[in-house]
């Protein structure tokens, strides 16, 4: 398998921090990738990192054979990176319809201002045709009319889904979609994107804590401890490692 | 060389003392109410005005004067406003205190003129002094001038300056108050009373505006509301290089500020363009500089309260709550009462209705900006005045020395507008919110002071007489008479209108409810701010800019200062943001209601009524003041109802007529057939209206 997302030597310090220390990872076209890490590892650093909310010093994140690194984040989205946010970020006042509509129009750019002039501007029957199809993928129907702020956090990170598979993202970046969720409501997330990378055939890159969700999930994982990967491989045989596990879960084990 | 500069370093202190005392009050409201208190310079006129009434035209001794002036009404009025506004803010969106602040500076001003001193400037100020013997000269050096009234100014400011940086960093007091901006809510858990922590630190603030008025008195030569308008300006560049938080940081900017606009008032050639252009705008340049350039400005979190979720969710849009049939209603009951007016107009109505009726169109398109700057974008700009004023300059310009056709000049003014709004947008793209709103403020109050009187932009080569404008002609179609001039305004308000709601429900108008609810989500998934910051200035620019020459064309002059003040672009921002921020009706209602408020029920209704019901007293015209005294007022509804007043009203009688349907029609299908409208019928899923 040839490597869809591939970064390499990524370092990123904060006034003398050292945040990420020559971080390394790859994920496959179609793969599930997890990348865990205590809290304060660098996880969020290297997720933006990504996405271009920051700039490492050193370092590449070379995207389906493209260097990253000088592309602004809105133009990374239209590559093909979708992602959820680990605090929920949904547009007020909008339903979930409107959300996947949104990014529909997004993804096709056609949002110049003398089409709307035109008239040309109203929802088309196949974009809402391709946002019926992601809801009823995503098992949304019941919910998608209801104004957004009515729903529950849960269906929220499942809208956040929606929204960016729209965006037919060949990579879904998943920044702790289980934070703030019960038990059913990871079990419903984990189904949902079981689900999403078997039809979309997107990637995931899964960084979470909950390690059920993890082993559920992914098939390969990063381990990142104090900015430096410490672990790869195999999600079974890292999570049998010594050393993760005194980092990870603690000497107890 | 050199003296000018110790010349002028030591006139500039007075003055940057002065600024850094109205710095450290709005730096210091910021920090302890969450408010950027534009109307601070208000505040301070009206501690100015009555330190000069008291003590010059009834005589008290300076001491009284100063005591009552400083320590009694200034407290009050901020007591006054803690208590009748800005507590029902605490939680209140940062537009919602925008708006209310903006409402201020227009009414309180003019209050004062209106009901206490009938006078916008009063003169001769600068004999008055703030000491005894204040106009005594001392020479520390040969050459050097301070005189006693510059010494106690700076004397007084040190000390307000070290006290409050110790009240702040050091006491509870100090540590409540900065507790209660971050969180009242949360603050009250912990055992404390928000309320009245944020009524002392008003009340606080209120008497250091009050002190920094009546200091400034003697420095100005006369004491006018647009001087401390422009002070408020130079206070504001140094608090923002302070980034709104650091006390220190504002204080030395202030200091500095008012010492480099001494240095280059004493050194620049007085006849040169440099002394009447560049020293004037300094205040206005640093103050965009230090929003452009200060990194720490960009992008700012807005302060999230951790209790938000306490807050219910927004009330849904009317259109949700309506069933066709009502809409379409509400349509023809509006159709055919346009119709009635229309046919008076044109059939029955003495000419000056006809005007009237221009006006009100010509101004509900310019407020159409407004509507997609903030209704539909969510930002809140402060200079739709200048927009419409270049634009009006511009059609003027092309018409009298072009003898281009009216309609076609104001087109071209709409383009050129757009550019100078893609301009002003360019070096603001990273800033939103209150920084966004202050770059648009300091470009008002640019074009008003610096711009807005170059002979070039407003004048022709003499003076333009009144009528030397001609109206436009459209082929065979002459738009000279009153009535046809109304008409073309009509057809220009209903493309615009079109086009605005074909923008508001397009492409453009999703992307821009998206950035609203979350920019990092919105850029997540493609969608570019940039584009839609340009997009944003340059429409709603060239509404208004097509609008001002709309206006030129009408009154056939240019005539900048009735038209397009900065304070009256003020007041159309809070006219429409409190009337209804989102919709053409709500455009519709400002633009008539700013006229028709004025011409019938301030000019004749009230003083008609006053003089029949009592025969002691006769009353002429209602002091222009009052009028825009209510409009500022009219923002403390906004508060209570963001989506605007008028919709929020339409909503209440439209569920109420729709109840009231509904129950009508449940009888009839218990009797028969019949079918009610289901709301996800009234509503079709991506169509909003």
């Excluded at chain 1, 997302?5 to 904060?14: D, N, Q, Y």
Aim: proline letters at 5%; charged letters at 15%.
């Amino acid at each position: 398998m040839s490597s869809l997302l591939e970064a390499s030597g990524v370092t990123k310090t904060f006034s003398g921090i050292v945040a990420l220390d020559n971080v390394g990872l790859d994920v496959a076209e179609g793969e599930k990738v997890g990348l865990i890490g205590p809290n304060g590892a660098g996880k969020t650093t290297f997720f933006n990192c990504l996405l271009g909310l920051l700039r490492p010093d050193r370092g590449r994140v070379v995207f389906d054979g493209k260097d990253l690194t000088r592309i602004p984040t809105h133009r990374r989205a239209r590559l093909g990176i979708g992602r959820t946010f680990q605090r929920i970020e949904l547009f007020a006042g909008m339903t979930a319809r409107d959300h996947l509509l949104v990014a529909e129009r997004a993804r096709r750019g056609d949002g110049a201002l003398w089409k709307d002039l035109l008239g040309m501007g109203r929802p088309k029957r196949d974009e809402l045709e391709r946002v019926q199809a992601t809801l009823d993928l995503l098992g949304l129907n019941d919910d998608a009319d209801r104004p957004i702020e009515a729903l529950s956090l849960g269906r929220g990170r499942i809208v956040e889904v929606g929204r960016a598979l729209m965006t037919e993202p060949r990579l879904l970046l998943l920044d702790e979609p289980s934070s703030g969720l019960d038990h059913r409501e990871t079990a419903e997330l984990a189904d949902v994107l079981r689900l999403v990378n078997r039809e979309r055939g997107a990637a995931i890159l899964l960084v979470e804590h909950d390690v059920e969700m993890v082993t559920q999930l992914v098939e390969r994982v990063f381990v990142l401890d104090f900015g430096t990967v410490i672990a790869s491989g195999p999600t079974q045989e890292v999570f049998a490692d010594a050393n993760v596990r005194r980092a990870y879960i603690g000497d107890v084990v | 060389m050199l003296d000018n500069i110790v010349n002028g370093s030591f006139a500039g202190l007075s003055y940057g003392c002065v600024y850094a005392i109205i710095a450290l009050g709005l730096v210091l409201t910021y920090k302890t109410s969450g408010v950027f208190n534009l109307a601070y310079g208000a505040q301070a006129f009206v501690a100015a005005v009555v330190y000069w009434d008291t003590h010059v035209r009834h005589g008290w001794p300076i001491w009284l004067a100063f005591i009552f002036a400083v320590f009694i009404i200034s407290p009050l009025l901020g007591l006054l406003l803690d208590r009748v506004l800005f507590r029902y803010l605490r939680n209140a969106s940062p537009t919602a205190r925008l708006v209310t602040v903006l409402g201020l500076i227009v009414a309180i001003p003019q209050a004062v003129e209106a009901f206490w001193v009938h006078d916008s400037v009063l003169g001769d100020a600068a004999a008055v002094g703030i000491v005894p013997n204040g106009t005594v000269t001392y020479h520390p050096f040969a050459n050097v001038a301070l005189s006693r009234d510059d010494l106690a100014t700076i004397i007084v400011t040190v000390i307000v300056a070290i006290a409050l940086t110790l009240l702040f960093r050091y006491s509870a007091f100090g540590l409540r108050m900065r507790s209660v901006v971050e969180s009242p809510r949360l603050t009250e858990l912990a055992g404390v009373n928000s309320e009245r922590v944020s009524m002392s630190s008003w009340i606080l603030c209120s008497a250091l505006a009050g002190l920094g008025g009546v200091l400034l008195g003697p420095l100005f030569p006369s004491i006018s509301d647009v001087n401390y308008l422009t002070l408020i300006i130079a206070a504001t560049a140094a608090a923002v290089i302070a980034t709104l938080t650091s006390i220190p940081i504002a204080f030395g900017a202030a200091v500095l500020l008012g010492v480099v606009e001494q240095i280059l008032y004493f050194s620049l050639p007085t006849n040169s363009t440099l002394f009447s252009g560049l020293r004037p705008a300094l205040p206005f340049l640093l103050l965009v500089g230090a929003l452009v350039l200060n990194p720490r400005l960009w992008r700012v979190p807005t302060i999230a309260d951790p209790l938000i979720g306490v807050e219910p969710p927004p009330p849904e849009p009317p259109e949700a709550s309506r069933s066709r049939f009502l809409r379409n209603g509400t349509y023809a009951f509006w159709t055919v009462v346009l119709g009635i007016i229309a046919y008076y107009l044109f059939f029955h109505a003495a000419f000056n209705w006809v005007l009237n009726a221009t006006d009100a169109v010509i101004l509900s398109l310019i407020f159409l900006s407004i509507t997609v700057f903030t209704g539909i974008a969510g930002e809140v700009s402060l200079c739709m005045a200048a927009f419409a004023g270049i634009g009006a300059c511009v059609t003027g310009q092309l018409v009298a020395q072009q003898g281009m056709s009216g309609i076609f000049a104001a087109l071209v003014a709409a383009v050129v507008v757009a550019i100078v709004g893609i301009v002003v947008a360019l070096p603001s793209l990273r800033l939103s919110g209150i920084y966004l709103s202050l770059v648009t403020f300091g470009f008002a109050l640019f074009f008003d002071n610096i711009l807005g009187p170059q002979n070039w932009m407003s004048r022709s080569g003499n003076p333009f007489q009144a009528n030397d404008i001609p109206r436009p002609q459209l082929g065979p179609i002459d738009f000279a008479s009153n009535k046809s001039f109304l008409v073309l305004c009509i057809v220009f308000f209903l493309i615009a209108a079109g086009l605005v709601v074909l923008i508001r429900n397009g492409t453009t108008g999703r992307y821009f409810t998206a950035l609203r609810g979350s920019e990092t989500a919105a850029a997540s998934i493609g969608i570019s701010r940039t584009r839609a910051r340009m997009t944003m200035f340059g429409v709603s620019a060239a509404i208004a800019g097509f609008g001002g020459g709309l206006v030129v064309l009408r009154q056939q002059s240019i005539n900048l200062e009735a038209n397009f003040p900065a304070f009256v672009g003020l007041v159309w921002v809070v006219l429409v943001v409190t009337l209804s921020p989102r919709t053409v009706q709500g455009a519709i209602q400002a633009g008539v209601g700013f006229i028709f408020f004025q011409v019938v029920i301030l000019n004749q209704t009230v003083p008609w009524v006053v003089n029949h019901v009592q025969p002691w007293y006769t009353m002429g015209v209602l002091p222009q003041g009052l009028f825009f005294v209510i409009f500022g007022l009219g923002a403390v509804t906004y508060a209570k109802h963001p989506e605007g007043i008028l919709e929020y009203n339409t909503r209440k009688s439209m569920e109420k007529i729709q109840h009231r349907l509904d129950s009508w029609s449940a009888r009839g299908d218990r009797q028969g057939d019949g079918a009610v409208a289901t709301p996800s019928e009234a509503a079709p899923v991506g169509g909003a209206s």
